[in-house]
């Protein structure tokens, strides 16, 4: 008997997670800006993350973004060559940056 109730019980738990209404799920635009640096940024970022990490910061400083890629590259060991840095932070402040240096 114990034994049917819980098969009764397990096969009713997808029935209980119908809803009525009709569930609409947000739309959510990624922003990612196109431009010079952008094929440094998907060659050198995106083998270990998601663009999300960037984009989650906000609008940041030239400092700020180079620290990140620094940090990067010194604790994440990304293999990042110094050219391809300094092109990648060109590109974070010039689509992600607000407008301050430090
Ligand atoms: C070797 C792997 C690796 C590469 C390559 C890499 N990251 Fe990361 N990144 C990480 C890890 C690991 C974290 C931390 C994840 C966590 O804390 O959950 C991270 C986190 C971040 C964050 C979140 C903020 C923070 O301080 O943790 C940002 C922003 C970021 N990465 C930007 C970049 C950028 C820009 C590049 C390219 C220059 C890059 N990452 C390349 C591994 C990497």
Not at 22 to 31: D, G, S
Not at 55 to 60: A, D, P, V
Request: hydrophobic share 40%; aromatic share 10%; glycine share 6%.
């Amino acid at each position: 008997m114990k034994k049917i109730i819980s098969i009764a019980l397990i096969a009713s738990i997808p029935l209980m997670a119908q809803v009525k209404e009709k569930i609409e799920v947000p739309y959510i635009p990624f922003p990612i800006k196109m431009g010079k640096g952008f094929d440094s940024v998907q060659a050198n970022c995106l083998m270990c993350h998601s663009f999300g990490y960037i984009i989650n910061q906000g609008r940041q400083s030239r400092t700020f973004w180079s620290s990140k890629v620094k940090k990067m590259i010194v604790h994440f060991k990304a293999p990042i060559t110094e050219k391809d840095a300094k092109t990648i932070t060109n590109y974070l402040f010039e689509h992600y940056g607000n407008g301050k240096e430090k």
